[in-house]
């Protein structure tokens, strides 16, 4: 393959600014104004797509996209298989970071965080709010498995549906939610000339957070 130059690859971000003054207390509030603002004025497409990022049995840090479904004071809520390779490597490591990039706003948030399984009835919950298609998806789908092929995939998800015609379709115990528990949050504005406004916060052992202005 020839060599791909992107190096003319550039943009000027000019859309907003972050000013420390304009920063609340909680960064919880700040996630909460520039996601509804992301989502309601910039019309972004998946507004809650976030990287959730994980340290792997392996030693390598691995990183993929997952859907938040649910954020309070507390943390933010996403669900998976807790048997895939993220599951595995969460419950041997609760250390996370999740990133979200609006390019719409120009913006990027980071989370360090700790992430813990949600309570069951939590999950039994949210699975039953599910379409069927979803539930039997999480399955017949050994997260992270290999798989012999696209038809195994197809001719299992079938069966299932038959054997479930009429029935409830049970959570299965190893699909549910996990809670990242943020420590750190960082907020990125885009600026212009590359100086961007970063705005970090971090949980101190009294529970209060702090905040600090990072060079770009
Ligand atoms: C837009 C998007 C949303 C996704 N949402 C989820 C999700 O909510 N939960 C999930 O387990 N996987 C989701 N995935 C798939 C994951 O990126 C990943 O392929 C899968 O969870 C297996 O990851 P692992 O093998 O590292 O555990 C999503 C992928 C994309 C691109």
């Known amino acids: 393959m020839k060599e791909q130059d992107l190096s003319n690859y550039r943009k000027v971000y000019e859309k907003r600014e972050l000013l420390t003054e304009d920063t609340p207390e909680n960064p919880l509030e700040l996630f909460r104004s520039w996601f509804l603002e992301v989502d309601q004025h910039f019309l972004e497409d998946e507004t809650n797509a976030m990287t959730v990022s ?12 997952v859907l938040l479904k649910r954020y309070t004071y507390e943390g933010f ?10 599951g595995k490597a969460i419950l041997a490591n609760p250390n996370v970071c999740l990133s979200f990039f ?3 706003a120009e913006r990027q948030i ?6 813990e399984k949600i309570p069951e009835n939590m999950s039994d919950g949210y699975f039953e709010s599910r379409p069927r298609g979803s539930q039997l998806g999480a399955i017949v789908s ?9 038809d195994v995939l197809d001719l299992n998800l079938k069966a299932l549906e038959e054997s479930f015609i ?13 809670m990242v528990r ?16 970063r705005i970090r916060y971090k949980l101190e052992e009294n529970y209060d957070w702090t905040k600090e ?4």
């Open 54 to 65: 994980t340290i792997g049995l392996d030693g390598f840090p691995k990183s993929r996209v």
């Open 77 to 86: 809520i996403f669900y998976t298989n807790y048997e895939s390779e993220k």
């Open 102 to 104: 609006w390019p719409k």
């Open 110 to 115: 980071i989370i360090k965080g700790k992430a």
């Open 142 to 150: 050994q997260q992270s498995e290999v798989v012999e092929s696209r």
């Open 166 to 178: 009429g029935k409830e379709i049970p959570r299965p115990a190893y699909w549910g939610g996990f």
């Open 182 to 197: 943020p420590v750190e949050l960082e907020f990125w504005q885009g600026r212009p000339n590359r100086l961007h406004d």
């Open 213 to 216: 202005r990072l060079s770009p």
